[in-house]
Nanobody, 124 residues
């Protein structure tokens, strides 16, 4: 069973930055697409960003395009989400997730393993 452990969340002022990390167990990390999703109170979980297994393909949700950057270090079995110019509407619990194929996908249903989430709170 793959384990995903997120870290890096916290409280930040609007306009600030945070970098989330997600460490994955398992020996075939580079074979799998990795994504970040978020869920705000009272809202459904939504797609944020995804990266393919080799890092060559990335997709972003429209509202974070240009502010967030997803990356991965396959040698460290870790995926990152660099978040800049944060806004109060970015406040949510952020989850990383892993697919069982290398391709990137925006659909939560395409991901089979999920982390426990890390809280990001942006104050205005």
């Amino acid at each position: 069973q793959v384990q995903l452990v997120e870290s890096g969340g916290g409280l930040v002022q609007a306009g600030g930055s945070l970098r989330l990390s997600c460490a994955a167990s398992g020996r075939t990390f580079s074979s799998y697409g990795m994504g970040w999703f978020r869920q705000a109170p009272g809202k459904v979980r939504e797609f944020v960003a995804v990266i393919s297994g080799n890092g060559g393909t990335t997709y972003y949700e429209d509202s974070v395009e240009g502010r967030f950057t997803i990356s991965r270090d396959n040698a460290k079995n870790t995926v990152y989400l660099q978040m800049n110019s944060l806004k109060p509407e970015d406040t949510a619990v952020y989850y990383c997730a892993e697919r069982r194929v290398a391709a990137a996908s925006r659909k939560a249903a395409d991901f089979v393993s999920w982390g426990q989430g890390t809280q990001v709170t942006v104050q205005s």
